[in-house]
């Protein structure tokens, strides 16, 4: 076994197992995913669970294939079993000598995450699921199972899916498998049922008996008394006498004596210490432990928890690319397509060539688009890119084109201006932007990245495109 | 046939009229003098201050209007669930908005919970209350009177249905006078169609309720508010503590309220339908029980009021008076008369008795169509019963007088309403015991 170790200050080390070089986080270490994408693999020091949760969460909600595809290995010394984790990872091993055994599950995985193919989409959903088949065929795997899991939002975790969503969205993880499923990546069975708040689609929720006008829980039960002799019926304390503790009738003043002789108990009345209302039956409210609404049963959300499996269409969707999903979003009007972009790029670089003038292309780039669509869904993330798009295209010239390389990132055009007039141009615009979302978009934060590339006509497309787009997926 | 006819011509054509009061004096005395001369006297008299009060009537209405006070509308009842649907949806009708409706189930054992449940989580009735064991309907009414908000106090029976201002109306007459304690609806009947039997009970009730009370209240002696739609001050009946046990507890509440000085109204503008029952072998198990509360609550219960006591009412006196020399002495008396004219009258007795029914029927159509004419709403066609008013003879004055005489035989002789299944035995052993 070849072992070369390879200091890199507090982010992780080097692994060279083989013809593979392994990044190797130690337990509690900072870290930075990043890193992965030139390494084969990550061995995580599995001591503290959360730690390790966290990283291996980091890894897989990553939108670069050249991170979330590559495989986790945990290095442990016990056999204990951490579900969520278990998933997550795909294998353990007890010491770093044992690495080598792993090598052909990383040549294979290495090898299908070659076969795929990525066709950039400006949905949010066609992403996802892009990646979740990805992650299945590189693995040769073809169920997406639930797990229960205490800290999921909705008691239900898909780890491979789930860990791209904050825990107030995951209800969304359940919308991506559903749109998934319309589209036939995936077929389904029924696992369970859970009931989600319908304001937050938390469920985590808390049941109680509740009282039918105010919904207060602090109520106080009483006994009613029928007083056979003169028909009288109230709560026991009513006949409650102050002086002796014995009970009374208010109505004929009789003592009563003998429950069945001369008074029974036909029923039980309850009284609410928050509004006085006596009744007999509590409604049941489920209070969201989440958002703090408080709402009857009748109200939540019945949502299904199914088992997924990925199809034959899912399958050669992984290789041969994902087209469009139901929830696709259409082009933005006042965009062009990537390919266009690419070919005019092209031209531009023949033009240049001739009359050796000054081009450029940028980048806007969303730094946190996972986090900001799955906090949208679909519509909102139509929204919000048309309001972006005709923001840019307020502060370019008409003859400059916009398109999207992904959802996360805009590209355009500023031709026959200087570069020094071209960042400024750019700069200023993620200002504007921010300014259009805090009027549209309630506690929406947006992290812009902006990249100015001037062309060069020595330099083909496929190399400025490189340039420009490094690190943004 | 023939000679019948010839033999009665023969006994019209010879008869005097110091022989015709002779034989006739029952009807003369008690019947044409009460039912009929002072009832239209008085219906007239009723009618006139009806029309004198119009201002203050409707400034009364002004006033319910704008105090606008929370009313409790209590519906004791078992195995009443089929019918609570539409009855709430007929409350829901009515002009009079600012309503609670209590619905307590007394030890149903059909669907009624569900129902009352359901109907109470679609925020259709206020409150359902269930007693698991049945308590009897005094039991019934008194729990939802315990939780009843209202400043009024309306008892309904679940069967029954109202015209859609019958609340507002009800109500108007304690604005009309502070002192008004309780108001009784009028209660006309639904399926006059169904049977002869249910027919001839419209037509009963329209003479005794809708004329009959409506006399009795101005002459300030009505005494019954009806179980099927009352109305009542709430601070009286907490006053009393609701009601007693029955069966007859309507009448007796009445009583009560009227004993602690307050006056009774009768509302002849609010309606109620009820169905009535629909054969005579039901009609009797009815009256048997109705007519033996007569002897229970007037003769027993309350028989202070006939006598001279600090507690000394002149008009409970006559109300409990009338009511006891009409329905009890009188029918008692109707025998004597009987016995007399088979005694005496023997050879002429199928005369006689041709006659009465003449007389009895002749009153019957010129009352029936007169006091149409005082009706202010009518829920079925007058016209319909003119064919069926001759029956009303052999209905009213022997079917209905062998019923109540039964009834207070076993009433005066063997106490039976205490052994009524109407009411449960529990709670009818401690009644009898103290003899209420």
């Known amino acids: 076994m070849k072992r070369s170790t390879t200091n890199i200050g507090e982010i992780g080390t080097t692994i060279e197992v083989g013809d593979y070089n392994f990044l190797f986080i130690r337990n509690m270490s900072a870290t930075a995913v990043e890193e992965l994408q030139h390494h084969a693999a990550v061995v995580i020091e599995a001591v503290n669970q959360d730690y390790v949760r966290m990283v291996a969460t980091s890894i897989r909600a990553n939108p670069s294939p050249d991170i979330y595809l590559k495989p986790i290995f945990l290095l442990k010394k016990d056999a204990s079993e951490t579900p969520l984790i278990d998933v997550l990872a795909d294998d353990s091993v007890k010491n770093l000598s044992e690495l080598e055994s792993l090598l052909p599950l990383v040549g294979r995985i290495a090898s299908r995450s070659q076969e795929l193919t990525f066709i950039n989409s400006i949905s949010f959903e066609a992403q996802l699921i892009t990646k979740i088949i990805s992650l299945l065929y590189v693995r040769e795997l073809k169920v997406i199972e639930p797990v229960p899991y205490t800290y999921s939002n909705i008691c239900y975790y898909y780890p491979l899916l789930s860990v791209n969503f904050d825990h107030v969205d995951e209800y969304m993880a359940l919308e991506i498998l559903n749109i998934g499923e319309e589209d036939g990546i995936f077929r389904s069975e029924f696992v369970d049922r859970v009931y989600l708040c319908s304001t937050c689609s938390s469920g985590h929720l808390s049941y109680r008996e509740v009282c039918p006008k105010c919904s207060s829980s602090d109520t106080t039960p009483d006994d009613v008394i029928h007083h056979f002799p003169c028909g009288y019926v109230g709560p026991m304390k009513d006949f409650s006498n102050q002086i002796d503790d014995k009970l009374d009738c208010p109505k004929c003043n009789k003592r009563l004596r003998h429950i069945g002789v001369d008074y029974d108990k036909p029923s039980i009345i309850h009284e609410c210490n928050n509004c006085n209302h006596s009744f007999q039956d509590f409604y049941v409210n489920a209070k969201c432990l989440s958002c703090g609404d408080d709402r009857s049963v009748e109200t939540l959300k019945a949502t299904d928890i199914r088992r997924y499996h990925l199809t034959k269409k899912g399958e050669l969707s992984a290789v041969k690319g994902l087209i469009t999903t139901t929830k696709d979003i259409d082009e933005v009007i006042g965009t062009i397509k990537f390919d266009t972009f690419k070919t005019m790029l092209k031209y531009e670089i023949e033009r240049l060539k001739q009359t050796e003038g000054s081009s450029n292309i940028c980048a806007i780039h969303i730094t946190n688009s996972s986090h900001v669509y799955s906090r949208l869904g679909s519509e909102l993330q139509r929204g919000l890119l048309k309001d972006l798009v005709t923001v840019i295209r307020g502060n370019i010239r008409t003859a400059d084109v916009i398109a999207f390389q992904s959802s996360s990132t805009i590209v355009l055009s500023m031709s026959d201006l200087p570069a020094k007039i071209g960042k400024r141009i750019l700069n200023a615009i993620p200002e504007l932007l921010h300014d259009l979302i805090k009027t549209r978009f309630d506690d929406l934060d947006v992290h812009f990245e902006c990249r100015l590339v001037q062309l060069d006509y020595t330099k083909s497309d496929e190399v400025h495109l490189q340039e420009l787009l490094e690190g943004y997926f | ?436």
Not at chain 2, 68 to 78: A, D, E, F, Q, R
Not at chain 2, 410 to 415: G, R
């Open chain 2, 1 to 436: 046939m023939e000679e019948l006819l010839d033999n009665y011509i023969r006994f019209l054509y010879t008869l005097t009229p110091k022989h015709f009061f002779e034989m006739f004096w029952f009807y003369f005395v008690f019947e044409f003098i009460r039912y009929f001369l002072l009832e239209f006297f008085v219906l007239n008299l009723a009618k006139v201050k009806q029309w004198v009060d119009r201002p203050k009537r409707e400034d009364a209405r002004r006033r319910l209007f704008i105090e606008n006070p929370l009313v409790s509308i209590l519906i004791p009842g078992k195995n009443e669930g089929k019918h609570i649907y539409k009855l709430v949806n007929s409350l829901r009708e009515q002009t009079y908005k600012n309503i609670e409706i209590i619905v307590v189930d007394d030890g149903s054992d059909d669907d009624t919970p569900t129902i009352g449940r359901s109907l109470e989580n679609a925020r259709l009735i206020t409150k359902f209350l269930r007693n698991d064991v049945r308590g009897g309907k005094a039991s019934a009414a008194n729990m939802a009177l315990r939780f009843a908000k209202g400043k009024y106090i309306i008892h309904l029976d679940a069967d029954c249905s109202y015209d859609l201002d019958a609340m507002e109306n009800i109500l108007i007459p304690f604005f009309m006078d502070e002192n008004v304690g309780g108001v009784g609806g009028n209660v006309s009947v639904r399926n006059h169609k169904e049977s002869l039997v249910t027919t001839l009970q419209a037509i009963e009730y329209f003479n005794t309720i809708t004329t009959g009370r409506t006399v009795t209240s101005y002459l300030g002696i009505y005494r019954i508010i009806s179980g099927a739609f009352g109305a009542f001050r709430a601070d009286v009946l907490h006053q009393l503590k609701g009601w007693d046990i029955g069966p007859g507890l309507d009448g007796d509440i009445t009583v009560k309220i009227r004993k602690k000085g307050y006056k009774i109204k009768f509302a002849q503008d609010a309606n109620c339908l009820t169905s009535v029952p629909n054969t005579f072998k039901k009609l009797i198990k009815q009256r048997l029980r109705w007519d033996k509360s007569l002897v229970r609550f007037r003769m027993r219960k309350h028989k202070d009021v006939l006598f001279p006591n600090h507690s000394f009412r002149f008009l409970n006196f006559i109300s409990a008076f009338e009511n006891i020399l009409y329905n009890v002495v009188l029918n008692f008396k109707w025998y004597v008369y009987l016995t007399i004219m088979l005694t005496f009258y023997r050879p002429l007795f199928v005369n006689i008795f041709i006659t009465n029914v003449l007389l009895y029927t002749a009153t019957n159509y010129v009352k029936f169509i007169m006091y149409s004419l005082y009706r202010p709403k009518a829920h079925a066609s007058m016209s319909y019963f003119l064919v069926y008013l001759p029956c009303m003879v052999f209905y009213y004055g022997i079917y209905l007088r062998v019923v109540r005489t039964i009834a207070y035989l076993q009433e005066l002789l063997f106490k039976k309403s205490y052994q009524d299944p109407w009411n449960p035995p529990k709670t009818s052993i401690h009644a009898r015991y103290l003899g209420i």
